[in-house]
Nanobody, 127 residues
């Protein structure tokens, strides 16, 4: 049984930073590609960032590139999403997702590509 738990969300002001965490139990963590997605009220879930099995294998949505940083710690079985220079339009529930992949797998930017999902953590950015 694979279990994902997000944490680190909160209510912040525009320009502030947060570090979201996604802790994964079950399976072999080092074999997972992990993605972050977000969903604002009344909107569809959208891709934010993903990291492959290699720590340098990262891909970002255009809307967050340069402001958000995804990273992984295989010893702690945790993936992080550092969110800097937050904007009100970043307000959403943030979800992490995981899928077992081969080393050479391409970046997974579609939600339907992922097997396992967490319950989400709320990020609210006030202006």
């Amino acid at each position: 049984q694979v279990h994902l738990v997000e944490s680190g969300g909160g209510v912040v002001q525009a320009g502030d930073s947060l570090r979201l965490s996604c802790s994964i139990s079950g399976g072999t963590f080092s074999r997972y590609a992990v993605g972050w997605f977000r969903q604002a009220p009344g909107q569809e879930r959208e891709f934010v960032a993903t990291i492959g099995r290699s720590t340098g294998d990262t891909t970002y949505a255009a809307s967050v590139k340069g402001r958000f940083t995804i990273s992984r710690d295989n010893d702690k079985k945790t993936v992080y999403l550092r969110t800097d220079s937050l904007k009100p339009e970043d307000t959403a529930v943030y979800y992490c997702a995981a899928k077992g992949v081969i080393v050479t797998a391409p970046p997974l930017v579609q939600a339907e590509s992922y097997t396992y999902w967490g319950q989400g953590t709320q990020v609210t950015v006030s202006s």
